[in-house]
Every structure is written in C-alpha cells, then in structure tokens.
C-alpha cells in the first residue's frame, strides 16, 4: 500500500511541509497518491539511525546478510501486480518491461546474497609472522574488505526497479555491510516507496537493527544535497544525469571530510561502422541500429548515440536506410513530461547546429509525451570541432558521423568524452587494419562490444558498467555485477591480533572454509 | 652525477629560470648543487611525451615490464655510495637509515615485477557465451584490469627513497602500465636526481617509449599544480602533509575531468592502553614507546603521536616513566630546518593549550636543527574538546589522555579523526572486556595492531598503509603493498570480442596461464 510516507528506519513518517504526486505519462495526468518530502529533522534522524545500525550491522556474518537479501527478494515478487501497475502508471513503460527489469532486480538481489554467502568475496589475505627475522621479526598481519559506512543512494528515473531503490547499489551496499538512504526519485515515488516497504519487511523478518534501510521522499534537489553533506554519510551511489552527478561528486569532494562518490551518469556510446562490414550488411545493421536506437525510447545509458564511420556511398546508403527504417517504428511514450521536454530542447539544440543534417524525424501525429525519433549525420571535421554535438540528447536520436579518413575518425574517437560503451562492427579480419582506430576507443569506454548493439547490460561477474569520466565519476569502479561491492568496502589489517578476536574470515581455523591468500597461495586450508 | 637538470622523458633539461639548492641539516649548511625549476613548456612536454608512451606502454608485457622494474631496482644499487652520501647530506638521516630504505625501494620494485610477471593481478574474469539463452541469448564477456593513464607522483620528505622517486606509488604506477611523473621533493632534489637517472637508464636499456618517466624539479606549489591540472594526467599519488595533499585533491576533484588523487597523509596513531597492560608491563612500556615517539627523530607518518588510557595511579607512574625515558634519548637531526620549525611552532600551539601539562621537554643545549623531544599529558574531557589537540605534532612528540571511564575513553576515539593505524595494548583477556573501545578504534583506522608499535610499516600483501580520511584521500585503496596497484587500473570488458583481437591474459588459450575467473571457477585452464 502507498502511504505518501518516507521510511525513517522502519517507521513511516510524514513531518514535511513539501508535498507531491507521481505522473502517468501515458495518459498525460497526475497520479493519485500524495508524497510528503523529507523535512530536516527526519534525514538526519535517518542518518542517526543508519550509523548506529552500522555499529551491528558492519560485522553481520554473510550468512545472515543474504536471508536479508533473499527476503527483500521474495518481499518484491509478494508486491506482485501492485508493482506492476504502479511502475507503468510512473513512467510510461510496458508491464513486459517492468516485469523483466522485476526479474533483474531480484537476480542482483539474490547474486549478491550467494556472494556474501559464500565469503570469499573480502579478499582475506593472511601474512604470517616470522619472529626470528632479521635484522627485525616479522609480525603476523591479516586483511580483509570492511564496509565504509552509511551509503545513500539516488535511483535512475529510467529504471525505477533494477537501478533504483533495491538497485544494484543498494543490493551491493547492504551485501557490504553498509546501511543504505535511498534518496527516492520524485518521478518513480510509488514504485520507491512499495519497494522500500519489502526492504523494510525483509529486515524485520531477519531481525536487522532498525536504521539498516531508510527511503527519504524529495521532489528537488536539497534533500539530496542535505543527505550528502551529513557528516554521518560515508559514501554515495547515483545514477542519472551528468549535471546532477556531478554536482553530488562536487558537494561531497568539497565536504571537510570528502567521500566517494560513484556517479554513473551520461553517455553517447560510439558504434564504429568498418568498411567492410557495411559493404556485407549494411541493411541489415540499420534495421537493428534503427531497433538499438529506439529502444525503450531511447531512455537505456547504453543507446548508441553515435554512430562513425568513413565517408563511401554505401555509408551515405546506411544513413538513408537507417532513416528509413527508424520512422517505420511506432512512437512510445518517455518517462515524464520533463523528460521529453528535454529530449525535445536538446534535439533541437543539436539539429540547430551549423551543418549537420537532420535525415529523419518522425513527422505524424504523436500522443503527449511520445517521443518523435530522429537520425542526423555531420561530417568528421564539424563534428570534431563542435562540442554541442558530442554531448548526449537523452532519447530516440542518433547521429552519423561521416569521417574522410582513418586518421580523422581516429582522432575524432580520442577526442571524445569518456564512455560506458564503445561499439565496432567489423567483417572478418578486417579490424586488423583498424588498431589505432580500437585503440582510441578502448581508451575512452568502460565496455567494448563487436559486432552487437550496445544497449543490454549482462549482469555477470565480467561485466563492466562505468567508465572514464563523464561515463562515471571514477572508472575504477563498475556499477553492474557483484565487483560492484568494492565501491563501498576498503581493505584493513590487524597486526599481531589475537586468533579469538579476529573475524571468523581470518581466524586461523578458517571457520566458513572461504578462499584465502596465506603467505601468497590460494587456498582454504586451515593455518 | 646530479646535474640539477629535470628528465624530460630520457633528455636532460633546465630552461626555466628559477633555482633551488638543498641543504644539509645536520652542518646546517646548503648542498653544492643548484637544481632547476621546470618551466610551463617543460611540464608540458613531460606530459606529452607520457601520453604517448602510454599508447605503447598500456600494453606493455608482464614479462617486459617485470625487466625493467627489475632494471630499476639495479640501477639504483648501482648508484652505491653516492646515493647514500647524497641523501644522509639532504637529509640529515644516518647511513643505516639510507641503506634500510634502499633495501625497501629496491624490494618494492622487485616485488611488483614479480606480480606483474606472474600475472593474475589483472583479476581475469570470463563469462563465456551461451547463444540459447532464452528469452535473449548471453554474450560472451571478459573482463581485466588495465592502466589509467600517466600518474603524477609527489614522494614524501621524510622517505626521499621507499615513498619517492622510485617508491611505492611509482613501482605500482609502472608495474600497472601507467607512465609516470615524479614532481621532485624539494628538500632531496639531489637524491631523486640521482633515481631518476637510473630510471631513466633502465628505461632505455629495457626499450622503453621515452616519456614512460619524467622527473620534474620544483621549489615551490606551482609546478604540481599544473601538472595536476594538466588534462594528460589521469592520477595522482601523493604522501605529505594534510595541507599539501587536501590542495591537490581539491584541484584534481575540480578539474573539467576530475581524476583520482591518492594521498597519504596526516596520523596521529592512537594507542589505548589497557589497566591489566598497564599494571603488567608499564615499565616496558614506557622504554618502547620512549623508542617509537622518537624513531627517526619522531618524522615516521605511524608516529604514536597519541597514547590513551583510563585514569590511574598506575598510568600517571607510566606517564612518569615515559617521561623519564625519553629524556635520556639523545636528540637527533630533523629533515630540514622547515620540518624542525613546523616542529617547533606546532608543539608549542600544542602545549599552550589550556590544561595541556607538558611532562617531559628536551632541555640541554641540542644543534642546530636537532629536535627536542617532548611528551604531554590532558584529561579526556579537554582532549575532546579542544579540536587543536587532535592535530599531528609531526617530530618526537606524544600526548598521553587520561579518560574518566571506558565510556568516555570510547567517545573520544569515535570522535578522532581517520588514523594510518590504531594500537591496543591489553593482557591476556582483558581485551573481551573492552569491545566498545576497539570497535571504535578499528571504525577510524586503516590497520589495528595488539600489543607492538605502530611505526614500521611492513611490505607485504596484507598490509594496509591508508586509512579514512584525513589519513588518506580515500581509504578504499592501500599505499603499501602489491594491491596498491589498484589506484592506477580500472577494470574494462570485452564483449563478444574475437579470440585473436583479445590481449593474451583473455585469450581462450590462456597463453600465460594466469589464475582466472572462468563462469563463476577460479583456473588457470584453457577455455
């Protein structure tokens, strides 16, 4: 049941002033439910709450941190057509989508439990003393992964379950170790605040200390700000816009005691068309290209927003076949009216440019909120010289960008902002020819893929989701798969510690049989 | 030879205009050699040239990067004695101490080029392919760890050897692919001269791309702020003070493309002593940690600079003996009369606090630049409430705090700062009783020791040299030891990528065989 409450640890509670209701898109109307914004004294209760539940929760064994997790799953799928409705009524999205991104959310949820489960995941690593070294004897130092501290975490309004409020941050922030505020997106506030209710259910059920989730309702930006700068936070997860991103990676970098920020934010996700290839398929790539682009509307971090290639006829005969194909496609709906109002204000902004040429722009009639999809192309040098065109236009848009020669769409690649994908489709052995071009790409993206469509993110251990800036705010760090949880953990040693006042994962008996380096071997041998 | 010249990659260069000499602390006295200033165009040109070394460098063997960290390390052996005269004469530190560190620098190194040689850092993930998968098929994905980009290092005053030149953050930045920028220390220009060229000759002897290093001179601030803010460099390593290091982080975390700054920085290493270890060995004690407070005349970053405990007739008679015994410890030469007046002038703010009673105070005459080591005494309850008191007094002093109870004794570690390391010193089972305590002090630390010293700081795998801030920058990384390699990477993804395009460490083969993750297996086996 939606209440309009923020969960302050496990109570709800109402005490703001700023009240405000969700949108369903598709029928262009205001949804029914009232939220009540978070006032002051009830963030920072949510944060007093959080860094005391730190205090238990930090050493919770992995065992009783996965029921946690296998229960928030299990309290999600209970929500059933409930959350169903309530997540199309939000954005706009068919129930076939909210049901698979359901799946997913769980999936995270449940890979993260095994994870913490199994153990091996801190890292142990055991040096044993040598006493009778010299000149000095060698003391015995253990380490380990430890959680940072309270975590908050601001959702994607394009994925309001899977990256949202028992996302993939907060599933690898609680597999950490650290309490988790989820800030809600004010576009998605329903579908936050059921999930937030199954999080809550999931904690009591396994007896977690009171303060181990809150989910804190904002329609602007100050409550994100307020929770970010609150001494008490330790780390922040947020997926979204670059403007938005960057101003938390700003607020917490200026904090006198700065923390880590991961910022998944803006990407235009390059796809290199060889030669070749374009040669063998071309018609086909624009069907798929066309399908890739339009994807969910356009709303996926991963639409491919760009696509290079070198000046020929056949890639003038992409370019028309790509138009072509994209306006056989029915108009969907976008997220919000906000959402489209930008799509619309950054399309234009782009098509106004100097010479760059608009090839299709969906034309007919649309429903309020629809987005007309769109394909432009510019040749290599305007684009290189244009910074307006590299930045992202959130929606079904894409841009071809017709380069005279390898040097100049190498160059243009090096040129390009830091991405979460790179994609080249290649024939054969063609790339051989193309290094320097696949150099340059690979040292702009977090993933690259051949010959396949950028959006669609694996969740698997391989996967890497982020990349340099402003792809994220530190590339050293992926939002997708269970590495995820190395954003909120760091190492730590004990030294000469007492075997009965270790944690169990470096006690010498080696109690939960975890993987362990001991005096540089693998192994899980007992010491 | 020092030549007082900057490496410029492999060539020697000295056009900008402003001169510096070292000095010689303990004949307190300037060395002989003038050392220049690199001027904008040659910071520039460093730049540059580690760009485009990294287009080779990045993908660099384990094999050939493993020769020529090893080369490194040979070279700086070769130096010999004009390596130690050069640094005990910029330092003032005796000849066992240069000799000590050398033995680490050159352990450092040839440690990274055995994991780089080995291989399996890269943390090599697969997850292979499974076309069938319904409703949409699993791409192949593989994942490794690679290079950042060109690294700035600023090594630290107090380790011209192990955390400079050719220190840790180096070895880690070479041995992960990166290029590397020294900024010199000022206060040893000769001494890292000196490892630079012999760098820069194991560069050239093992067919390294000139610019893999640069070692640029500076007197002042401005030449590492620029090549901070310069849009070639991707990470910064840095081990100084608070204010030195909070300055770079600022500016890197300002720039269009923040990028990542490890510092190391400020430690004041609390020491909890407990009343069992109290009444046990206070006498023992009082001699060791006499020996730690003035360990190199007290300028080691894991200086105990801080000793707490409960309120006693037993610890005032420890407090007593501390006293006593630091007094009969001959003074020694600091760095450099910058280091001996910071010294001063913070000890003295440090002792003119109210109720701050200074117990011991290095009287008789000591030489120039000689530090006169001091030990203090405060209540818990002015401790805690004088932020002044929780600063480092970097040089041979220690304030030992009187706590009323283990309440307040818990309130006050939980209210310190981030620390390098915390220590506790307890008797048989007397720890159990104190679990409040040592919780607190392992949420503030980056490394906890049972009953031993916190300076010296041991190179292995399982040791953590950082801690939350203002310890570090960020303490999810370590800055001593092979895993801080992990500053310098990030982690990339292949999908669907051809066998034969894949670096070796991917490859079906696993030509290398290096321990890999393959679907969810740890193996060394071909796929």
Redesign the interface.
Known sequence: MITGKNYIGNKLSAKGTIHYKTFNPKLNIENEHEFTEANLQEIDEAVQLASHAF?EFRTCSGKKKAQFLRAIADEILKLDEELVQVYCSETGLPEGRARGERGRTVGQLRSFADLVEKGDWVDA???TAEPERKP?P??D???ML?P??PVVVFGASNFPLAYSTAGGDTAAALAAGCPVIVKSHPMHAGTGELVASAIIKAAQNTNMPNGVFSNINSSGIEVGQKLVAHPGIKAVGFTGSINGGRAL??LA??RE??I?VFAEMGSINPVVILPKALHEKGESLAKTYAGSITLGTGQFCTNPGLILGIESDELSKFIKNLADEIIKIEPSCMLHPNIIGAYEKNKSKAVNQPDLHLVADYESDVQANFARQAISTVEGSIFLNNPTLHQEVFGPFSMVVQCKSIEELTLIISKL??QLTGTLIAENDE??KFRSV??AL??RV???????VPT?V?V?????H?G???AS??????AVGI?SI??W??????????NH?LPDELKNENPNQI?R?VN?N?TTDKI
């Open positions: 205090k690593s055991i040096d000095i060698k003391p130092l253990r380490k430890i940072l501290g990676f700003d970098s200026q005691e700065p880590p902002e830091g790339a051989n696949i150099d690979q040292n977090g993933r690259i893929i051949y010959n396949g669609g694996e698997c251990p391989s996967m890497v982020g340099p800036y402003p705010t530190d590339s050293r760090f992926t590495k190395n954003r953990v760091r190492p730590f040693s004990f030294q000469d510690w007492p006042l993987l380096t540089g693998l």
